[in-house]
Each structure stands twice: as structure tokens, then as C-alpha cells.
């Protein structure tokens, strides 16, 4: 069973930076997939951005050239560097795997866009 933990949530201003990373118990190689996802208050959980494990990269159309994901395979972890945020980002930031064995989530983590 992989666990993913993430961290890096906050408040920040709009306009501001952060970002989030997601920590797997185990090689992350193996994993097909890495995603990020997000949950607003009374909205569908929706992807925000995805990493294939050959580097290829997807992100919705609202993130585009605002928010960047990476992927450091000796370090276990997946990163998401969020720019220029909105008030819009608020919600709930899920890291997702897609392996061989099934799918895996993180607990979340949360972050406020707010001035």
C-alpha cells in the first residue's frame, strides 16, 4: 500500500506563490501516473495536473502558465508550484498515484487564496 502525504497548504494573498508537495512511502518510478487534484466547497473534485512517468505533462486550461508540476523520482516526491494564485485556487489540494496495484490518495491539504 503506497501512502502519499502532502504538504505545503496555506493562506496566501492573491497573487502570491506556493508550493505543495506530495511525499510517497516508496519509488515513485512505479507509479504510471502522479496528479494533483482539488475539491472547492459545494464543487466536483476536479484534476488540476498530471505527470506521466516519462516526464510528459497535462494541466487544465485555468492553471495553464500559472502552476507547474514536477516530479523528483530519487526524492519520492511530486511538486505543484502554484503562481499568480487566484481566489479561484481555493480548495482542498489532493496528490493522486496510479500504479500497477490500483490507485492512491493523499489525506489533502488545504489552501486559502484570501486578502
Known amino acids: 500500500q503506497v501512502q502519499l502525504v502532502e504538504s505545503g497548504g496555506g493562506l496566501v494573498q492573491p497573487g502570491g506563490s506556493l508550493r505543495l508537495s506530495c511525499a510517497a512511502s516508496e519509488n515513485i518510478f512505479r507509479l504510471y501516473i502522479m496528479a494533483w487534484y482539488r475539491q472547492a466547497p459545494g464543487k466536483q473534485r476536479e484534476v488540476v495536473a498530471s505527470?506521466?512517468?516519462?516526464?510528459?505533462?497535462t494541466y487544465v486550461d485555468s492553471v495553464k502558465g500559472r502552476f507547474t508540476i514536477s516530479r523528483d523520482n530519487a526524492k519520492n516526491t511530486v511538486y505543484l508550484q502554484m503562481n499568480s494564485l487566484k481566489p479561484e485556487d481555493t480548495a482542498v489540494y489532493y496528490c493522486?498515484?496510479?500504479?500497477?496495484?490500483?490507485?492512491?490518495w493523499g489525506q489533502g491539504t488545504q489552501v486559502t487564496v484570501s486578502s
Open positions: 493522486k498515484g496510479v500504479g500497477p496495484r490500483g490507485d492512491y
Open positions: 505527470i506521466i512517468s516519462g516526464g510528459s505533462t
